[in-house]
């Protein structure tokens, strides 16, 4: 009898995430959300699953280009893969700092831009995976252990 | 069709179901515009008949709104409730006064609404007022509180009950006006005035489904002491009437703009005197500050004003007057009476700490349940609810009931609609049905249909037909013929027999009337390759064969 937390999660659905749709920003991160909150997780952990993939679908659409959210779960675990064919990130430790950021002068004006993206991302997952190079996109494998 | 039900001093006519929004369902035509309207996909339509489900519902009327039959009715306190008691309180929220047009004073109306049957009538405004100041006195004594929501607006303490339950805690605990109100009115008043509490019941006045509670609503949040709630609708025309003539001898406004700003959304949120406030008003514009709020995006904010009803109170369902209209009136009520409020801010103060601002019960949360208890059969129910919406068309027609396709998936799997009730889905079974079990075409058939006699090899009639071919040089029949064909030419040598076995082919058609050689009959009899015979040429013998599909 595997642990709980060694369960492979089951694959339950891929979204799409529109490069630059600022328009649109944040609605995968709240599809996510509702198919979590119909299955009945809960709120505790859809608050870190809508933070995690919130931050993630944002550095998606704003430097990765465009890409996918696909999210797997298991009754003790919420795995979000994010990826994306985008630039990569050069630096991941600095990237990692709070308050880096490479927001473009637009995106400030927005409110983008704290430089609290991936630190958010780590504060809120349980396991995080980050696979990056320059030129070769960049995979993120968010994962919230469910107490 | 409605019938009188007592809740305790709540005497109110309910119709089918208890229900406060209910659908007549003689009236109803089954049409998808309620369906369409309700946020909460709290309606399906079963057997022509659209049926609202009381555990999605908030009330917020907008599928009463939409209807285009009169099918879908508020229940509403009717007025003549108010004569059956000698002391009957009205408390009319304060959207009241932008009802009748700019030359009606807020004290004329409350004036008028005394000459209803009513033996006092308070000025909401005023109270608004006061709750404001007991809202803002809560928020700077709870700095935590980041942030609080106004309870003024039922439906969306229902929304946040039923979908947002993690933003429970913002809603802050001062009890809406009408409920102060009639806390007040019962607890103090009428004990100044030595009322027996028999006699004495509070009537809120308002223009709001949400507002109207039935013996079988679901208690997200107790409204006690308002003993009815008349709507707009109903008090409307008397309250006309009662405008006429009035002498205006006693002035019972106390409010200023302040509180006459409650009537539209952003009348809280400007009374209300924190740092960052916001307003917002629209139902789906409401799940969307919520949603930002779920996701921690609105972290400085200090107060929300949320109101399902477009603008505000005097856009609800029940409002007579133009919403837009009603709001200019707003408008210059508020430059008239200015929005200094002449409250008592200390006296408030007083009452917050003799806790009678304070909510008596809690407000009881109402997730929808998950898809299965079991965690594991919940995620699976989840996959099947994918899959099958990934199967259906996407169109969000309501053929089938439900407002969408995801809500019909989710139906589906909860075992509370079945698949065949998309017609699309039952189309998509015939038509694959069709697919896995081909119609097979024998040469008896093919023979049969056409007419064409057996010279020979009968024992293969019963070969199936899977296209033909039309040659009369072996070694093409040789190199391009499938197998299963049916050949048509017009050798009648026996060498054709060979060709047929060799290439397998379903059987040989002699054209343009050939009959086959002696021994050629013989050796298709011997191999059991049947060869068939017709008058006609290769060229209609083809079109015939292609006319049945082959």
């Known amino acids: 009898m595997t642990p709980a937390q060694d369960q492979e999660p089951e694959f339950l659905h891929a979204f799409t995430i529109a490069a630059h749709d600022f328009a649109g920003a944040g609605q995968v991160s709240i599809a996510v959300k509702n198919l979590l909150k119909e299955v009945g997780f809960s709120a505790q952990c859809l608050r870190r699953v809508a933070i995690v993939a919130f931050e993630a679908e944002m550095n998606v659409v704003m430097y990765g280009g465009g890409g996918g959210m696909s999210v797997y779960l298991s009754p003790a675990l919420v795995r979000l893969v994010v990826e994306d064919q985008g630039p990569g990130i050069p630096d991941l430790d600095l990237a990692m700092q709070e308050g880096w950021s490479t927001a473009t002068p637009e995106m400030r004006e927005m409110g983008f831009g704290a430089g609290m993206g991936l630190p958010n991302i780590k504060r809120n997952s349980d396991r995080l995976a980050i696979h990056t190079s320059p030129g070769r996109g960049t995979k993120l494998v968010a994962e919230i252990i469910l107490t | ?550």
């Open chain 2, 1 to 550: 069709m409605g019938q009188w039900i007592w809740l305790g001093t709540f005497a109110t006519m309910v119709g089918g179901g208890g229900h406060p929004v209910w659908i007549d369902p003689d009236k109803c035509y089954g049409c998808v515009l309620c369906l369409r309207a309700c946020s909460m996909k709290a309606i399906r339509i079963h057997r022509g008949v659209a049926h609202i489900l009381p555990e999605r519902c908030v009330q917020c009327g907008d599928c009463f709104r939409v209807c285009p039959h009169g099918a879908i009715r508020c229940h509403t306190t009717p007025l003549a409730e108010v004569a059956r008691y000698k002391h009957a309180v009205a408390a009319a929220s304060p959207t009241l006064f932008s009802q009748f047009g700019y030359k009606v004073t807020p004290n004329q109306v409350l004036l008028a609404l005394r000459r209803l049957g009513f033996d006092q009538v308070v000025d909401m405004g005023w109270l608004c007022e006061m709750n404001s100041a007991a809202m803002e006195e809560h928020l700077l004594r709870h700095p935590e509180l980041r942030p609080g929501i106004s309870p003024s607006c039922p439906a969306v303490v229902r929304l946040i009950a039923n979908r947002y339950p993690s933003l429970l805690k913002n809603i802050l605990p001062v009890l809406p006006p009408r409920v102060f109100a009639a806390k007040v009115i019962k607890e103090r008043m009428a004990q100044r005035l030595g009322w027996p509490p028999e006699e004495v019941a509070v009537f809120h006045i308002a223009p709001c489904a949400a507002k109207m509670a039935g013996p079988q609503d679901p208690v997200v949040m107790d409204q006690p002491h308002v003993d009815g709630v008349i709507s707009f609708s109903e008090i409307y025309g008397p309250l006309l009437g009662a405008l006429q003539g009035l002498e205006e001898k006693t002035t019972l406004q106390k409010c200023s703009g302040a509180g006459i700003a409650w009537a539209m959304s952003g009348g809280q949120a400007a009374a209300v005197n924190v740092e960052h406030t916001l307003d917002v008003a629209g139902f789906q514009e409401v799940v969307n500050i919520l949603e930002m709020l779920e996701a921690g995006r609105l972290g400085d904010l200090r107060f929300l004003e949320a109101h399902v009803c477009p603008d505000g109170c005097l856009g609800g369902p029940l409002v007579v007057e133009n919403r837009y209209r009603a709001k200019s009136v707003t408008l210059r009520q508020i430059r008239r009476y200015g929005v200094l409020s002449r409250i008592n801010r200390q006296r408030v103060r007083k009452m917050m700490d003799e806790r009678l601002f304070d909510w008596e019960g809690g407000i009881t949360p109402r997730p929808l349940p998950p898809l299965d208890p079991d965690p594991r059969q919940a995620i699976l129910k989840m996959k099947a609810i994918q899959a099958l919406t990934a199967l259906l068309p996407g169109g969000e027609c309501g053929i089938c009931g439900a407002p969408d396709c995801h809500t019909f998936a989710s139906d589906v799997i909860l075992g509370q609609a079945r698949e065949q009730d998309c017609p699309f889905m039952k189309n998509r079974a015939r038509a694959l049905r069709a697919r896995e079990e081909p119609s097979m075409t024998t040469v008896r058939e093919i023979a049969e249909q056409l007419g064409l006699e057996v010279a020979a090899g009968g024992a293969g009639l019963d070969r199936a037909v899977a296209g033909g071919y039309a040659s009369d040089l072996l070694s093409d029949v040789m190199a391009n013929a499938k197998a299963g064909s049916l050949w048509l030419t017009i050798q009648a040598h026996q060498n054709v027999v060979a060709v047929a076995v060799l290439k397998e082919l379903a059987a040989v058609v002699l054209v343009g009337g050939r009959r086959p050689a002696e021994d050629t009959a013989a050796k298709a009899e011997a191999e059991g390759v049947p060869i068939l015979v017709s008058d006609q040429g290769a060229f209609e013998l083809a079109g015939r064969l292609h006319d049945l599909g082959i």
